[in-house]
């Protein structure tokens, strides 16, 4: 959700600080009762060693009281209402941007992004334009699998977001992404734990599997592979190994819940999605029949720990995205358009643009129709080029007489629509300001191009902060034909002094804040005397095949031996790491913000214990080394809203 008013942000920092100042005020109040002990001190690891709990967590990204609620009163989610009805339960409120490795990084460390660093899903590396997934190889705070690990408890994690690779822990690791055909030594640990996976039986759900030739979409099966395979090697690593902590992520109701939203749910509160009779019977089911075949997989799960206590997450709800929530600035766009960024290849819009200038292209508009134009023509994804100037002569824009002198640049269109891989390729040696995929943080990031820092450079470093100022000052003054400005704000980035900073991410140069009230204009104008302003919609993009999105409140239910059963919880993302280690009756640290969801068990008095710090003191056993984003990653992000 992006705000719509200028107060919105200051509205929404009142209500944080409103929501944490209790909690906070608590946490103080038992720390100050508590003073910081070492993490090595002989006593602490004597209590844990003693500790005897057993705890199965099991977060389900993306997961919606709602339709939790919906199904289980139709008894179509045994097993998550039986963990309801014998523990306690609440909303799990999220943190914005609602990012996923953040959030989930942030479940495992129990410390805000600013701190472990996972802030996005990819970064840009020092030296390279090629961003990498953001991951544990640049996380800079230990995770509790980590620090249990150093307790000498016996832990396991499997497919947590954002843990790649396997980490050498005191148990079993299955890294984010592992699967049948992707049992290597940087996915499994200890490496021969991957023969026991090659063996281990997959769970079938035969009802699942008989809808994928009506669904006849890729999804559902490749979400299934996965979450079977999650299943099976967490049963595996629960009847062999026993595990202290045992930590199993599943990625795909939240995968399902952004392409097929609107099948599911065509009418939501204020808006109404264009769906076919056709396209919903095909579809609408999709939705609800993956809650239950995760439902399906827990069960499976809690059958292999009949006496762990269990605690069940969601990183954020989910609910319709539509315009204006779901239009974002494409920055690239709007810097091509200023002369800043060159693309390798011409876009639709460039083509179009010089027809006009040939006297080809008939428009009195033709900022707004060349940009509509290339929407049209895109989303009809022509398949010829006699079908393209079909559309344009339909159009108008195009005379038949002119059809042959047009002819090579109707041919040139097709390969710009018809090839998507060669859109957006940025010409870096002809290019001053770029930006890489960024568009769901709030704030947004700026490189400058430098010479000696990236690999094709062309702005000295010596002139870093002297252009770095040009281009803020340019950039600012950006404004619609109302005199809205572009950008809420825009500034150098405090954490980038110098061009080049230590450690394997390269922060952006410049930050942004788009503001969303400029759409009230239709132009955007770099001064008030501006003759050929930009047509606002040729620098915006929005989804074209994602309908859901993600929302502030998630799940959390505490069930288990230990329960308190029938209890009502209130929790934040920052709660659950913390929690975790007093339950093995381990130090929380002082630098965790979340306070210990106590009340959700029974017969739990252990004294609350503090350490300052475990960061730079229980080392992460990942050193960091270079990882492109597979094919497979990419195409995903893509198809869910991830990456544009």
Not at 49 to 78: H, R, S, Y
Not at 80 to 94: F, N, W, Y
Not at 491 to 514: S, T, Y
Request: proline share 7%; glycine share 6%.
């Amino acid at each position: 959700m992006r705000p719509q008013k200028k107060s919105a942000k200051t509205l929404r920092l009142v209500l944080m600080v409103l929501l944490f100042f209790p909690l906070i005020l608590s946490q103080c109040k038992d720390r100050q009762k508590n003073p910081a002990a070492s993490f090595d001190d002989p006593g602490i690891i004597q209590a844990v060693a003693k500790n005897n709990a057993k705890l199965l967590v099991i977060g389900i990204d993306g997961a919606t009281w709602e339709i939790i609620n919906d199904l289980a009163q139709k008894i179509k989610l045994p097993n998550l209402e039986k963990l309801i009805a014998q523990g306690a339960s609440g909303k799990m409120v999220s943190e914005p941007p609602m990012i996923s490795p953040s959030l989930w990084t942030t479940f495992a460390t129990g410390v805000p992004r600013k701190t472990h660093k996972i802030d996005n899903f990819t970064f840009k590396p020092v030296g390279s334009y090629e961003p990498q997934p953001m991951d544990s190889r640049v996380r800079a705070a230990p995770a509790v699998w980590e620090i249990l690990s150093h307790y000498k408890k016996k832990v396991a994690a499997v497919n947590w977001n954002a843990a790649w690779p396997a980490e050498p822990i005191n148990g079993v690791f299955i890294a984010d992404g592992a699967n049948l055909n992707n049992l290597k030594a940087e996915n499994i640990y200890p490496p021969e734990f991957a023969e026991r996976l090659k063996k281990m039986p997959l769970p079938r759900a035969e009802w699942f599997e008989k809808n994928f030739r009506r669904w006849d979409h890729a999804l559902p099966p490749r979400a299934y592979a996965e979450d079977t395979f999650v299943t099976a090697a967490a049963i595996e690593i629960l009847k062999t190994e026993r595990p202290d902590l045992m930590m199993v992520y599943f990625r795909n109701i939240d995968v399902v819940s952004h392409v097929f939203w609107k099948f599911s749910f065509p009418e939501s509160p204020g808006h109404k999605f264009e769906v076919s009779a056709q396209d919903r019977e095909r579809w609408g089911d999709i939705i609800p029949a993956y809650y239950q075949l995760v439902d399906e997989m827990v069960g499976k799960i809690l059958a292999a720990a009949p006496d762990y206590d269990v605690m069940v997450i969601s990183d954020h709800g989910q609910g319709p995205t539509y315009q204006p929530e779901n239009i974002f600035l494409e920055i690239n766009s709007l810097l091509h358009e200023l002369g800043l960024l060159k693309y390798k290849n011409p876009t639709c819009a460039d083509v179009l643009l010089k027809m006009s200038q040939d006297g080809l292209y008939n428009s009195n508009a033709p900022g707004k129709d060349i940009f509509f134009d290339c929407e049209s023509m895109q989303q009809k994804r022509s398949g010829d080029s006699l079908t393209l100037a079909d559309f344009l002569v339909s159009q108008q824009r195009l005379s038949r007489d002119k059809l042959a002198q047009a002819n090579q640049n109707i041919e040139e269109l097709y390969i710009i629509l018809s090839q998507a891989e060669l859109a957006g390729k940025i010409d870096f040696k002809n290019s001053s300001l770029y930006n890489l995929d960024d568009f769901h943080k709030d704030e947004r990031g700026i490189y400058l191009n430098l010479k000696g820092r990236d690999p094709e450079g062309v702005i000295n470093q010596k002139d870093f902060q002297t252009k770095g100022n040009i281009f803020i000052r340019q950039l600012s003054d950006l404004q619609n034909e109302n005199g809205v400005k572009l950008f809420k704000t825009i500034r150098p980035n405090p954490d980038k002094k110098k061009p080049i900073v230590p450690g394997p991410i390269d922060p952006p140069d410049i930050l942004v804040e788009f503001n969303p009230a400029v759409l009230n204009g239709q132009w955007i104008k770099r001064n008030k005397k501006d003759a050929k302003p930009i047509f606002i919609s040729s620098i915006l993009w929005s989804y074209h095949d994602v309908s859901g999105d993600h929302k502030p409140e998630g799940v959390i239910i505490i069930s288990g031996p230990d329960a308190q059963k029938g209890g009502q919880i209130s929790a934040q993302i920052y709660n659950v790491a913390p929690t975790m280690l007093w339950l093995f009756d381990a130090p929380a640290a002082a630098d965790m913000p979340g306070k210990i969801l106590s009340e959700a068990f029974i017969n739990k008095q252990m004294n609350v214990k503090y350490v300052d710090s475990y960061i730079g003191k229980i080392k992460i056993p990942v050193k960091y080394q270079a990882r492109a984003v597979s094919e497979e990653e990419k195409q995903r992000n893509r198809a869910i809203g991830y990456t544009k």
